[in-house]
């Protein structure tokens, strides 16, 4: 078993209703995976949303193993200025 | 040089000079919080940060920006938090040799961070209720 940290932003936050969540996850699970739960546990409400994917803080474009202890967010789109 | 900075305070602006001997062109862009969203009046927009990572992006482009460009200075404040309408959420100020390569980058680095800097706002509704800002980049 691995532990994730997800950290949730903006319509994520809101779809989820938190700011965090600890996921206790099998081995071997990548982050396409991890955001199929996501998804699903948002119930509908991020299904319109285009999400980009960062690991420990820095942004993957390519589906990644998760390893124990890695923190994971999924960036919907951003609106700094 | 380059300098970015997220606070969560009012942005104080970069100092300007008159001695500076090589630099010909000072840009300065305040991005400021307007009244409305979508047509609804808001009492604010609250600011909402990816800790670490949003001034890691920032300075990652501001490299980028300096790089492409013959610029001398970059230097960017980003505000987090709550900000009134009218206030500046947004203060980047780039030096260089010529107006035009200022311009250039002013561009370049404004739209790169509107595509990368993990930001969001939350627009606070005249009755108090907070909800995702719809405001999207293109």
Known sequence: MITIRLKCFSQVKYALGENEIIFELENGVFTEDLEKIVRKKAKGKLDDVTLSTAVNKKYISKNTELKDGDEVAFIPPVQGG | MIKVEIVGSSITPFDSNDNQKEKGAELIFNGRVRGTEHGKKIRMLEYEQYEDM?????????????????????????????????????????????????????????????????????????????????????
């Open chain 2, 54 to 138: 949003a001034e890691k992006e920032l300075r990652m482009i501001a490299q980028e920006t300096q790089n492409k460009f013959p610029i001398k200075d970059l230097l960017c404040r980003h505000r987090i938090g709550g900000v009134k309408v009218g206030e500046t959420s947004l203060h980047v100020s780039v030096w260089s040799k010529h107006r035009k390569e200022g311009l250039e980058a002013m561009s370049f680095f404004i739209i790169e961070l509107k595509k990368r800097v993990p930001i969001w706002k939350w627009a606070i509704l005249e009755n108090g209720e907070k909800i995702p800002s719809e405001c999207k980049h293109e």
